[in-house]
């Protein structure tokens, strides 16, 4: 069966800090990949989504970055976070010919 | 683009039946999809419907109605564990957008 990982579950980073949280998935293979966010209160907001390797579409411009270096893996960055990066980071993925998508447990991040 | 409405917040008594309405306009419409979200944790997927009609599934009942841009998802016999948002997220082309969803909270 397929399984998503996301880590770390929860993080604490000061303003102006690098971030990097990354999302594996396990028992599948050429999964779509997607980057989420939500904000206290808000809808989800995507961020980026993968169709293959190296294959990323950015939604929103901001000061975020993804990055697919292998088929499963999926890494969400920032050289510098802002206070309004903070908020609950969901990685999803859903399969060739499937249309349903299948959330990780999700970072919660807050910026101090 | 596209644009979701769906009510903020509803209340319901355990043991009855709730309508959760969803309207949306969407570029490139390729189905629609109900999820369930627990205070705190990630979504997980209740229902997809990509032709007009009703799909049952269990005490949960997903509508569309493609040509009026609308759904409903519907919860019979509601549980206290049924509290929760539910979002609505029509997918277009490659992507799924999600509305802010309705907050359900059931009550003795």
């Known amino acids: 069966s397929q399984t998503i990982h996301q880590w770390p579950a929860t993080l604490v980073q000061p303003v102006g800090s690098p971030l990097s949280l990354e999302c594996t998935v396990e028992g599948t293979s050429n999964p779509n990949l997607y980057w989420y966010r939500q904000a206290a209160g808000r809808g989800l907001q995507l961020l980026f989504y993968s169709v293959g390797i190296g294959q990323i579409s950015s939604e929103v411009p901001q000061n975020l970055s993804a990055s697919r270096p292998q088929d499963r893996q999926f890494i969400l960055s920032s050289k510098k976070l802002l206070l309004s990066d903070s908020g609950f980071y969901l990685c999803a993925w859903s399969g060739e010919g499937t249309n349903e998508q299948y959330f990780g447990p999700g970072t919660r991040l807050t910026v101090t | 683009g596209q644009n979701i409405d769906q009510p903020t917040e509803m209340t319901a008594t355990e043991g009855a039946i709730v309508q959760i309405n969803c309207t949306y306009q969407?570029?490139?419409?390729?189905?629609l999809f109900w999820y369930q979200q627990h205070a705190g944790e990630a979504p997980t997927f209740l229902s997809y419907?990509?032709?007009?009609g009703l799909e049952e599934k269990g005490r949960f009942s997903s509508f569309l109605s493609r040509s009026k841009g609308y759904s409903y998802l519907l919860l019979k016999e509601l549980q206290m564990k049924d509290s929760a948002s539910y979002l609505c997220a029509p997918r277009g082309y490659q992507k799924v957008t999600f509305g802010t969803g309705t907050k359900l909270q059931v009550i003795p």
């Open positions: 419907n990509v032709l007009d």
């Open positions: 969407t570029s490139g419409f390729n189905g």
